[in-house]
């Protein structure tokens, strides 16, 4: 191969900032809610013991991030000119033409990871109890945003994904297995409280 | 025990109380930013891995996109090449381009044209 010329560089990637943005958020999406899983898990397992506190503040702040990871990795195909999607097609499952299996997948994982993310919010409305086994479906969106992934990605057959993916996932998926095998989650109450409090010492 | 020990005592405890409150607070700060940090550093990375494949000539779908052209125009060139284009373009056609409107393949080939150019 011969060497790139920088202004070459810049003048074949132009026109494709949107969708770079737009797969590049997506990448990072997927890694941040694979790490996000990861931790919950490991709080709501019997395999971390201490530091509820600060694995909570983490487990929140990456589900924040994926989030806005997810918004980011949406709102960018808006912009991009050989998608022409529209705001519906983003945001409305089985409503778009190009790979419409794939993307409502991805649509839907999406809304479920909002909609379970942010009711951590408003657990005290529903109960505890009841927002702790809705929470469990959190588990469901992110492997439905793996499926749309490896399923739609452009860079699904790339090894640098690939490797990415599995370094986060595959420990997620391992940590799931396990759950969903029997070890039972530690009953706690600390959850209904909105925010850690340090005991005091006696 | 004395009612001033008593009092004192449960000063300390608060005291302690707030300290720890604040420590937690610290590092709840800390983890927020450290999140903050991966976050864009996840991002900046898959980005410029994204953009110097993409412009270097080895985007999955870009080069997708350039052997269906390359295999539509040696089909309309000659009829010895178009058994040839044709295998290519059923290889192509297997991977994905994000392409789909009229306007949006003629931008695309665009792009891809300036994408191989820098490969050669």
């Known amino acids: ?202 | 025990m004395t009612r001033s020990a008593r009092t004192s005592g449960q000063l300390d405890a608060k005291a302690l109380a707030r300290v720890r409150r604040e420590a937690m607070r610290q590092r709840a700060h800390r983890i927020r930013r450290a999140v903050a940090g991966l976050t864009a550093a996840l991002f900046a990375t898959a980005f410029l891995i994204i953009y110097v494949q993409l412009a270097s000539g080895h985007d999955p779908a870009l080069t997708a996109n350039a052997a269906k052209r390359r295999a539509a125009a040696a089909s309309a060139t000659s009829v010895e090449s178009s058994t040839e284009s044709s295998a290519s373009s059923s290889e192509a056609s297997t991977r994905e381009s994000p392409a789909t409107g009229e306007s949006a393949s003629e931008e695309s080939s665009g792009g891809a044209s300036a994408v191989t150019t820098s490969q050669s």
């Open chain 1, 1 to 202: 191969m011969h060497a790139i010329d920088p202004n070459t560089l810049a003048t074949a990637a132009a026109p494709h900032l949107f969708w770079i943005t737009s797969r590049a958020a997506g990448t990072a999406a997927l890694l941040l809610s694979s790490l996000s899983v990861c931790v919950g898990l490991l709080m709501g397992g019997r395999i971390v013991k201490g530091h509820r506190a600060e694995l909570r503040v983490l487990h929140e702040a990456l589900s924040l991030a994926t989030l806005g990871a997810l918004l980011a990795h949406g709102l960018a195909l808006l912009g991009d000119g050989y998608l022409n999607a529209s705001l519906a097609n983003i945001a409305v499952p089985f409503l778009g033409s190009y790979r419409t299996l794939w993307t409502s997948t991805g649509i839907i994982a999406f809304w479920a990871l909002l909609a379970l993310g942010l009711s951590y919010y408003a657990r005290g409305r529903f109960g505890v109890a009841r927002w702790r086994k809705l929470h469990r479906f959190t588990a469901l969106a992110w492997v439905l945003g793996l499926v749309h992934s490896l399923g739609e990605g452009t860079d699904a057959g790339q090894i640098w994904f690939l490797a990415m993916l599995a370094a986060v996932a595959l420990p997620a998926l391992g940590l799931l297995v396990n759950r969903l095998l029997g070890s039972a989650p530690i009953p706690r109450s600390a959850d209904s409280a909105p925010i850690p409090r340090p005991s005091v010492a006696r």
